[in-house]
């Protein structure tokens, strides 16, 4: 049985960092682009950042460039989401992803050929 258990979600005031956390288990880890996605209420989940089974290969949305940085430690089977200089605008739900299929480079995840996905957490940005 996959499991994509999320962590590291929390209030926090503008301008600081969380670090969000998912630990992989059930599945060849090494052999998935990892990515992270969000969900505003009211708005389309959307993609944050990917990273290839490699980890040499990154991709991060132009609103969070500079501030969000995307990792994996395939020996651990986990994958980290650093957030800096959080925004208000970035308070949305936080998904983990698993995927077998990747698209361009660096790489991009289609919320429609995702393998798994995890349950979610919470960040919540106050200004």
């Known amino acids: 049985q996959v499991q994509l258990v999320e962590s590291g979600g929390g209030l926090v005031q503008a301008g600081g960092s969380l670090r969000l956390s998912c630990a992989a288990s059930g599945l060849t880890f090494s052999s998935y682009a990892m990515g992270w996605f969000r969900q505003a209420p009211g708005k389309e989940r959307e993609q944050v950042a990917a990273?290839?089974?490699?980890?040499?290969?990154?991709y991060v949305i132009d609103s969070v460039k500079g501030r969000f940085t995307i990792s994996r430690d395939n020996a651990k089977n986990t994958v980290y989401l650093q957030m800096n200089s959080l925004k208000p605008e970035d308070t949305a739900v936080y998904y983990c992803?698993?995927?077998?299929?990747?698209?361009?480079?660096?790489?991009?995840?289609?919320?429609?050929?995702?393998?798994?996905w995890g349950q979610g957490t919470q960040v919540t940005v106050s200004s």
């Open positions: 990273i290839r089974w490699s980890g040499f290969s990154t």
């Open positions: 992803a698993a995927a077998l299929r990747y698209f361009g480079a660096p790489p991009r995840l289609d919320r429609r050929t995702i393998d798994y």
